[in-house]
């Protein structure tokens, strides 16, 4: 069996991911630029190591990735987070087969603008255009305005009128306005072999963080929906892990903007991961068992401890057999916690600083 190197250890999904490979028969590698990332524990994972941070080091990261692959015969290289773009730049250099698409691929599914773009024909788009051209501030809370490269939703702007939007007009090159849709979120997960679909998820983000990262994940499909993304994933010949937000509006599906990284449908297809990558088959998650981040969610929406859908959903740390990360993830959050403080931060902004890409050149 091949040996996997999963970078972004900080990641439930990279958790999800370990135990599925290793329950293959794979041997499967760590690495992350924290000290306590969740899947460190992991006892499916052969070893974990720290290696330097993309978007500060991007030298000494892409060193260390070099070195990493050929000490312990790497195989295949796998991100998860954002550091999956400074591993496309330099995936022709890696003596292993690394799961991303070309640099270039991946920037423009990365921008808000630009993806929908590359989007046209194959989704319904909502109206969008760059606010160096938008005009109608005084009807602003009709818009989303998004910055261009951006993550968690943490930065978005939706309803506010134009005294509240100061970001977008003082920096409009890198913001975009969205008309404001109505409807049911959906979102999207998907693995792809050389433009071959191996495996899909989709599910709505019942529970989120704030405007952010989703802690609640319940089935949903729409054949629509499906068809759309095997046709893009298709056209691009995409490689890797390629993800979607979009919106259920009545009877119209809009897509919203792509994630060509893992996200948390990976949790949906559990032990049904590694064949998505290896196999020659597609996957179609079919399970109507509801996952959650639990620790998550009773942090951020303690009252929800209560109710029937927390005792309903399986938690996606949890594991009979590799109860470490579960007992140890007070760790990460206490590092965190830390790097929050010392940042000047917000830990959700944080959680991402070392390893994000915002379209600087590399």
């Known amino acids: 069996m ?10 439930p999904v990279t958790l999800e991911l370990c135990r599925a490979f290793a329950q293959q028969g794979h041997r499967v590698f760590l690495a992350d630029v924290t000290l306590f990332p969740l899947a460190r524990w992991s006892s499916f994972a052969v070893d974990y190591f720290r290696i330097p941070a993309p978007a500060q080091h991007f030298s000494a990261f892409s060193a260390a ?3 990493l692959i050929k000490l312990h015969h790497i195989e295949h290289l796998i991100p998860t987070c954002e550091e ?13 087969r690394v799961w991303t698409s070309d640099f270039d691929v991946m920037v423009q599914l990365h921008h808000k603008h630009r993806f929908l773009d590359l989007a046209k024909g194959f989704f319904q788009l909502p109206a ?12 602003a809370e009709a818009y989303v305005f998004k910055p261009v490269f951006s993550r968690f939703g943490s930065q978005v702007i939706i309803g506010q009128k134009q005294q509240k939007c100061q970001e977008p007009q003082q920096h409009p090159e890198d913001w975009i306005a969205q008309k ?6 959906v979102c999207v997960y998907s693995i792809w072999r050389s433009g071959q679909l191996g495996g899909f998820a989709s599910y709505r983000p019942v529970h989120r963080v704030g405007k952010g990262s989703s802690i609640y994940f319940e089935r949903y499909f729409h054949h629509g929906i499906f068809e759309a993304v095997l046709k893009f994933g298709q056209h691009l010949k995409f490689e890797g892990q390629l993800s979607f937000d979009l919106m259920l509006c009545k009877d119209e599906v809009y897509v919203l903007e792509c994630n060509p990284r893992s996200t948390s449908g990976a949790h949906l297809l559990g032990d049904d991961l590694a064949q998505c990558f290896f196999s020659e088959q597609t996957i179609i998650h079919h399970s109507t068992k509801a996952k959650a981040i639990k620790m998550a969610w009773l942090i951020t929406q303690p009252w929800q401890g209560f109710s029937p859908a927390y005792y309903a959903a399986q938690d996606v740390v949890w594991h009979p057999r590799d109860i470490a990360p579960f007992m140890l993830q007070g760790l990460s959050m206490l590092e965190l916690m830390y790097l929050a403080i010392r940042h000047g931060q917000s830990m959700i902004a944080v959680s991402t600083r070392d390893i994000e890409f915002n379209g600087h050149k590399i």
């Open 84 to 96: 999956a773009f400074y591993v496309s730049k330099i995936k022709d250099q890696l003596p292993c």
């Open 2 to 11: 091949p040996s996997i190197l999963l970078t972004g250890a900080r990641a």
């Open 128 to 139: 969008t255009q760059s606010c160096t051209t938008f005009k109608d501030w005084e009807n």
């Open 65 to 67: 990735l070099s070195a």
């Open 180 to 185: 404001r849709l109505f409807g049911e979120e």
